[in-house]
């Protein structure tokens, strides 16, 4: 390799070097500005003066910001020149390398400048590019490493239970307290879901159970809590909504429907008993006449009521048909869908093998007419209307194999519809249960340590503590602060807790809710706290569905009216 | 020629200077620094103004580089009587064999390869300038006849910088003719020490003559081949432009304190010095640090100081350090990795 050779590639080896280092360089750079940038959104957002940005945001930004000084630090031209004058004030070269690459670019081809040149080559062999071009912390690397730690800090630091407030302890035991309980009741729920097969109050309970879980762990303040649990109670409620509407309005309930069907079973198996004691009666009586009276009456019976000898006593398949008439009035009684279910499908059967009279089907007919009266306005509205269709199908076709084929076919799909119908309604009342819970939840976590059983809330009545209501006291109780002295006319963003007294009910119930907020020093309150919330409630959703309140913000105020709701 | 051979040159550059080095430090104890002055100096086909008080050895130097150099050597010692005639020589009336009377040009001490100027500044400026055309030209004309001097030709002149009374000093323009301007110092305790043993023994060694005139006139050209880049030309540049207290290279004591900066001839010794300084540590280019070691015996006597400058007692030195700082900063690499 001849000495401008061995220059030459040498040359390329250490430019490659310092435009890694370069590069380097310029993502620290860009990303020591942008991670600046951040840390002060982050700053601002801590003291409340903007929105708080998105870890995705931030992370964004950075991860741009680290591309964009990839590539201005990859496209920065760096030429052999440049990494020789380098390369000679980093070794002891003097000046050799830039000499030799002047001349070689110069193209001068004296002895000297060959001399000089193959002097830079074997000088240049020997650097190891590594340590001329070593890795180093630069200021912006420093800076980065700093801000990067400032950045966590600044994150972290609110979550580190170190550095929380008195105030805040006490919320997160609450929330965590909170959480154990929505917990518990997600587990059951969702188990007790599991087992019934109904999939969206399973999957409501999940993640119910989910926030529970954050709740307990204290992943999660008292704000986020009741924000993330209003939301899902919210979602939960649109659920059931949406349940409920696919099942009909329940006018009456299934016991009701029940009794009904009930009734009208032993009322047609009376008439039916009756007409075959009447049929009975009248052969006896067809005995004493003359034969040719009996054989006229005898053929008039059989083209009205079937033969003669299949009256006296209802077929066996009638008989199982009866049966499971019988349990399905008993499954709605239970109301156990599955029963009833059970009891269509053996009806089906019953009606597909065709072992039935003309006659016994007609009683079926009426039955199942009855059947499905007696289901109209209750949650299975849609079994009823399936059941009135087969019994009109039946009422107007002919019962061939076929036709009772189709009819065997419809009366399974109605026990299926049984069944359906009792899952969405459960799934309903489910979601409504879990809901429930969460509201409950939410409200004793927005009413502090010391509170009433959810079912008491709104029962009190503002009393002073011989009993009487009157100055200075709210609906809720008298207020009591702690701190009186620190208390200031401005509302501040974390106010101190503030206990209002009362008595409730009986003397010795309950006598302490712990609200959030700083009522003022002397001002007399006689206005409950939920007229209140609706009165301001309504007077910001004006502004922001007039558009007044920026769209940057209006989520804030439904959150912060949300959070607030008694 | 062939590389190898350039860089066979080259190494006999340096041995050459090292044996020669040597053989005055056989005689010269210490002065390091003013003994390789002087050898760049006569290497680069230059004149040396030697500084420094009496009895540094300035004399005893210039002679024992003349032994060891195996060439022509000759002392005036320079006084107030002088005449130019002295030095260059003079037409004296002669008789031939014939019996015939002419005039012959006898020439004077300047016709020998180094000329030691002893005490330059004794004598009067019309004699010291007789040193001029010597100096510049390597040349004398004595009744209008140009008498040629010997090649190689170096002065290397002497002077004391107290006991001015009864001096004459170097104009500029004779100054400028110096290449180098070199300060000779006190010896220290263990040159001293090395002295006295030296001088009061039963003797030292010899002196042997390493290098001829015509080697000191191969290595002059060699001196001379020497590259130097587009960087380090600058950067001798701006270093005399510097001195100038007009020029946007000045710095802010330049400003303040200089009449006069160097003249061209200042950049020119500076890079010629360089490059014999390059070829002596063993390099066939210039860097910055033979500039940088060259810049103060070669620009400190062409700078001329102004009233204020005189009067705060500024030395010369200290406004190229000056100089010096920020043309290095100036040159310096802008990637930073």
């Not at chain 2, 000329?115 to 390597?138: G, Y």
């Not at chain 2, 305790?189 to 001088?199: P, Q």
């Not at chain 2, 003249?263 to 540590?281: D, E, Y």
């Amino acid at each position: 390799m001849t000495p401008e050779i061995t220059l030459q590639y040498r040359l390329n080896a250490a430019t490659r070097r310092v435009k890694l280092l370069v590069t380097a360089q310029w993502t620290a750079r860009t990303l020591f500005w942008t991670m600046l940038a951040c840390a002060i959104w982050m700053l601002c957002s801590r003291l409340a003066w903007t929105s708080e940005p998105k870890v995705s945001a931030l992370a964004g930004l950075l991860a741009a910001a680290g591309l964009i000084g990839m590539i201005i630090g990859a496209t920065r031209k760096i030429s052999p020149m440049d990494v020789a004058r380098l390369t000679d004030a980093r070794t002891d070269l003097k000046e050799r390398l830039s000499t030799a690459v002047e001349l070689r670019q110069q193209g001068k081809i004296s002895p000297i400048a060959q001399a000089q040149i193959a002097d830079a080559g074997a000088r240049i062999q020997k650097l190891n590019f590594r340590h001329v071009f070593p890795f180093r912390l630069t200021r912006e690397m420093i800076g980065l490493l700093i801000l990067a730690a400032i950045l966590t800090g600044i994150f972290l630091l609110p979550t580190i239970p170190l550095f929380w407030s008195k105030e805040r302890k006490q919320e997160m035991e609450e929330v965590k307290r909170q959480g154990v309980v929505l917990e518990k009741i997600a587990r059951e729920q969702e188990k007790r879901s599991s087992d019934q097969n109904l999939t969206e109050s399973r999957k409501a309970a999940q993640e119910m159970k989910r926030l529970a879980e954050a709740m307990r762990k204290g992943e999660v303040d008292k704000r986020e809590a009741m924000i993330r649990m209003q939301k899902l109670t919210r979602k939960m409620e649109e659920q059931q909504k949406r349940l409920a509407s696919a099942n009909a309005p329940e006018k009456k309930s299934l016991e009701q429907a029940a009794q009904e069907a009930k009734q009208a079973l032993e009322k047609r198996q009376k008439q039916i008993e009756e007409a075959i004691k009447a049929t009975a009666a009248q052969e006896k009586a067809n005995q004493k006449k003359p034969p040719e009276q009996q054989a006229s009456q005898a053929q008039h019976r059989q083209g009205d009521q079937g033969s003669p000898k299949d009256q006296p006593k209802p077929s066996e398949a009638m008989q199982r048909s009866q049966q499971a008439m019988k349990e399905f009035a008993q499954a709605m009684e239970n109301q156990d869908a599955g029963a009833q279910n059970e009891a269509l499908q053996k009806l089906a059967e019953q009606m597909q093998q065709g072992q039935m009279s003309q006659q016994e089907m007609k009683q079926l007919q009426q039955q199942i007419k009855d059947m499905a009266d007696a289901l109209k306005g209750t949650s299975q509205d849609q079994v009823s209307r399936e059941l009135q269709q087969i019994a009109s199908q039946m009422e107007q076709q002919k019962l061939d194999p076929q036709t009772r084929q189709k009819l065997a076919e419809a009366m399974k799909k109605a026990g299926q519809t049984c069944q359906s119908c009792q899952q969405g309604s459960m799934d309903a009342k489910q979601l409504q249960d879990l809901a429930k819970a969460l509201r409950e939840g939410k409200l004793q976590l927005a009413q502090g340590e010391k509170m009433l059983p959810v079912s008491k809330l709104g029962q009190s009545k503002g009393q002073n503590p011989q009993g009487q209501p009157g100055k200075g006291y709210s609906p809720f109780g008298h207020v009591n602060n702690p701190q009186p002295e620190k208390r200031a006319g401005k509302i501040s963003s974390k106010p101190p807790d503030t206990k209002i007294q009362g008595q409730r009910g009986k003397p010795g119930n309950d006598p302490t809710i712990t609200y959030r907020g700083d009522p003022e020093r002397g001002v007399k309150s006689g206005t409950p706290y939920y007229e209140v919330y609706a009165r301001q409630r309504s007077a910001s959703e004006n502004p922001v569905n007039r558009e007044n309140i920026p769209a940057a913000y209006r989520k804030q105020v439904r959150d912060y009216f949300e959070s607030i709701k008694p | 020629m062939e590389r190898q051979e350039i860089e066979q040159q080259a190494a006999a550059f340096r041995e050459s200077f090292q044996r020669v080095k040597s053989e005055v430090q056989k005689v010269i104890v210490g002065q390091e620094e003013i003994i390789q002055g002087v050898l760049t100096c006569v290497l680069a086909g230059g004149h040396a103004l030697l500084e420094g008080v009496p009895g540094l050895g300035k004399t005893l130097l210039v002679r024992t580089l003349a032994q060891a150099n195996d060439l022509k050597f000759s002392r005036i010692q320079f006084t107030p009587d002088l005449m130019p005639a002295d030095i260059s020589g003079t037409n004296i009336l002669v008789e031939t064999a014939g019996g015939a009377k002419e005039f012959r040009f006898q020439p004077g001490p300047v016709f020998a390869n180094i000329v030691l100027a002893d005490e330059i500044n004794r004598a009067t400026p019309k004699t010291q300038s007789a040193m001029l055309e010597a100096m510049q030209e390597h040349a004398v004309t004595v009744a209008g006849v140009r008498h040629r001097l010997e090649q190689p030709f170096f002065v290397l002149a002497t002077q004391n910088p107290i006991e001015m009374e009864g001096t004459y000093p170097l104009p500029e323009a004779q100054l400028d003719r110096f290449m180098f301007k070199l300060l000779v110092q006190s010896p220290t305790f263990e040159e001293l020490s090395a002295i006295v043993d030296r001088t009061t023994g039963i003797g030292t060694d010899p002196v042997t003559p390493v290098i001829d005139g015509k080697t000191i006139t191969a290595m002059h050209q060699l001196a001379r081949q020497v590259e130097i880049s587009s960087d380090v030309r600058e950067f001798a540049i701006r270093l005399v432009l510097g001195t100038h207290p007009d020029s946007e290279a000045a710095t802010e004591p330049v400003r303040k304190y200089v009449r006069f900066g160097s003249s061209p001839r200042g950049a020119q010794a500076v890079v010629l010095t360089s490059k014999v300084r390059a070829l002596v540590q063993g390099r066939v280019n210039v860097a910055y640090e033979d500039l940088i070691a060259v810049a103060k015996p070669s620009l400190r006597h062409r700078i001329l100081l102004n009233f204020e400058g005189e009067a705060e007692g500024i030395s010369t030195d200290s406004l190229i350090d000056s100089i010096l700082v920020r043309v290095r900063e100036e040159t310096k690499v802008k990637l930073s990795v």
